[in-house]
Every structure is written in C-alpha cells, then in structure tokens.
C-alpha cells in the first residue's frame, strides 16, 4: 500500500481531535494509551505496535487503547475519526 501522506501525533493531555482521510493517507499516534479511537464514517486500517494482529474499524465502531506504544492508522476507503 502507497500512502500518500503520513503525520505523526504527539498527543498531549487533553488531546481530543477528528480527522478525515482519504484512501492511502495514515497517521500514527504515540504514547496513545487510554485512548478511545472512534471510527465515525468510513472504514479504517488500525495497527498497534504491540498487537497481536491488524484491526478493521468501520463507522460507529471505536477501540479503547491499552497500550503505550504506536499506533498507525490508514484510511482503506476514506474514514472519519476521533480521538479522545
């Protein structure tokens, strides 16, 4: 998979953001433990540095994160999502 973009998001306390990409772009999240992953439209590719395997989150599914590590999330066909 080519991905046409990738950010790297330091979150900070209190970090609570939406974004929206398009097929192919990616972003990753550090020190991302604790954190809710909403999926609100789309569907998304997540991968978690310390996972067992890859997971798909489609719209009005979330994931709690409870790892530290990183965690990289594509678009597959577009996707909407947040971050608390």
Known sequence: M???MALQIHSPVGFDHTWRLLPGQAVSIDRSKGKKLACTDGRLWI???HGVGDLILEANQSLEIDENGKVVISALDSG????A
């Open 80 to 83: 909407v999502f947040n971050v």
């Open 47 to 49: 991968t978690l540095e």
């Open 2 to 4: 080519k991905l046409s």
